[in-house]
T-cell receptor, first 110, second 112 residues
Framework: NAGVTQTPKFQVLKTGQSMTLQCAQD?????MSWYRQDPGMGLRLIHY???????DQGEVPNGYNVSRSTTEDFPLRLLSAAPSQTSVYFC?????????FGEGSRLTVL | GENVEQHPSTLSVQEGDSAVIKCTYS??????FPWYKQELGKRPQLIID?????GEKKDQRIAVTLNKTAKHFSLHITETQPEDSAVYFC???????????FGAGTRLFVKA
């Protein structure tokens, strides 16, 4: 099993551009989530989903959209990138409490 | 919303010494408290967890204690080794079980 797969690993955007971070898991987990990691601030929850068709906001949802059309996929969309969204993004799926993270996507917004 | 405070932010110990990281929280309804380790450039990975019906849990050199009355939980690493050097995050799962909230992290340095 590949676990949780994120793409791309690195991305540079200009302010105002849009992009989608892809996340896929092959463990048949119902729960998936997106976090951003910034120095000194830990991992902050952006959005999460408890199953296909169900999403909800986390701690820092502004500027991000998500959808969950299948159990496997949970993409994160930035509609109009801002420098404040420069960060490392982690997707995770969850089973009985434990989070399984992808390798992360490093996004730089200029 | 739920808040988790983690201390210290940086911890430096000599190889063989013990390290203790403490977290406090505000939501008394939380029942699940995991700890994650993140090595440089890698993804966070679960190292130990504890549920609210248990006061202490141990796995080889690491242990976690939970005091629900005082709303704090701690990670204890004994006989530290250089490979223990990493960032450690405490976390908790909210009462509904849908959100895992993290502390800000502790960067542990183990000096050989």
């Amino acid at each position: 099993n590949a676990g949780v797969t994120q793409t791309p690993k690195f991305q540079v955007l200009k302010t105002g551009q849009s992009m989608t971070l892809q996340c896929a898991q092959d463990m048949n987990h119902e729960y998936m989530s997106w976090y951003r990691q910034d120095p000194g601030m830990g991992l902050r929850l952006i959005h999460y989903s408890v199953g296909a068709g169900i999403t909800d906001q986390g701690e820092v949802p502004n500027g991000y959209n998500v959808s969950r059309s299948t159990t496997e996929d949970f993409p994160l969309r930035l509609l109009s990138a801002a420098p404040s969204q420069t960060s490392v993004y982690f997707c995770a799926s969850q089973s009985i409490g434990e989070l399984f993270f992808g390798e992360g996507s490093r996004l730089t917004v200029l | 919303g739920e808040n988790v405070e983690q201390h210290p932010s940086t911890l430096s110990v000599q190889e063989g010494d013990s390290a203790v990281i403490k977290c406090t929280y505000s939501d008394s309804a939380s029942n699940y408290f995991p700890w994650y380790k993140q090595e440089l450039g890698k993804r966070p990975q679960l190292i130990i967890d504890i549920r609210s019906n248990v006061g202490e849990k141990k796995d080889q050199r690491i242990a976690v204690t939970l005091n629900k009355t005082a709303k704090h939980f701690s990670l204890h690493i004994t006989e530290t080794q250089p490979e223990d050097s990493a960032v450690y995050f405490c976390a908790l799962e909210d009462f509904g079980g849908f959100k895992t909230i993290f502390g800000a992290g502790t960067r542990l340095f183990v000096k050989a």
